[in-house]
Each structure stands twice: as C-alpha cells, then as structure tokens.
C-alpha cells in the first residue's frame, strides 16, 4: 500500500519561503508521477508543481518562477520549495502519485493521496 506523508506546512509572512516534504512509501513500480496540489477554503483542489520519473516538471502558471519540485530518490522523498510566498498561496498542501509516465496538474490522474499539511502566508 502506497503511503504518503507531508511535513514542513506552516505560517509566514508575505515574501517569505516554506519547503514542503512527502516522504513516499510502499510502492514497488520504476515510473510514476509525483504532485503537489493545494486546496484553500471555500475551494477546490488546484494542481500546483508534478514531477515524473524521468524528471520532467510542469508548474501552475501562479507559482511559475517562485516554486521548485523535485524528488530525491535516494530518500524516496518529495519536496516543494516555496518562495515569494504570497497570501493567495495559503491552503492546505497535499502531495499525490499514480503510476504513469508524464506528469499532470489533473486531479484525477493520480490515485494516492497524503493527509496534507497547512500553509498560511499572512499579509
């Protein structure tokens, strides 16, 4: 069984930087898809930053520039550093993966989900 498990949410001011971990376990397959997405209250869950194994990467136009993906490995580990964080940034960050080849900002192509961690970045 896939796990997945996020750390380093938190509360920051504008300007500021986070960075994200998803510690990923359980699973045995060579190509996958790996993602961040995010939800704020009152709305829906958006695609942030994905990653595939060959290390390809696709971001959302909102945090092009200002976010960076990556995965390391060696430690089976996700990351998302976040910086220039702004108050439209605040929600809850999840962290997914499916088995597959490309990566993708679509919520429905991805079959395993973490708990997710709060970012809340004040004004």
């Known amino acids: 069984q896939v796990q997945l498990v996020e750390s380093g949410g938190g509360s920051v001011q504008a300007g500021g930087s986070l960075r994200l971990s998803c510690a990923a376990s359980g699973y045995t397959y060579s190509r996958y898809r790996m993602g961040w997405f995010r939800q704020a209250p009152g709305k829906e869950r958006e695609g942030v930053a994905s990653?595939?194994?060959?290390?390809?990467?696709i971001y959302a136009e909102s945090v092009k520039g200002r976010f960076t993906i990556s995965k390391d490995n060696a430690k089976d580990t996700l990351s998302l550093q976040m910086n220039s964080l702004k108050p439209e940034d605040t929600g809850m960050y999840y962290c997914?993966?499916?088995?597959?080849?490309?990566?993708?900002?679509?919520?429905?192509?991805?079959?395993?989900w973490g708990q997710g961690t709060q970012v809340t970045v004040s004004s």
């Open positions: 997914a993966q499916r088995a597959g080849f490309s990566v993708s900002l679509k919520e429905s192509e991805y079959n395993f």
């Open positions: 990653i595939a194994s060959d290390g390809s990467t």
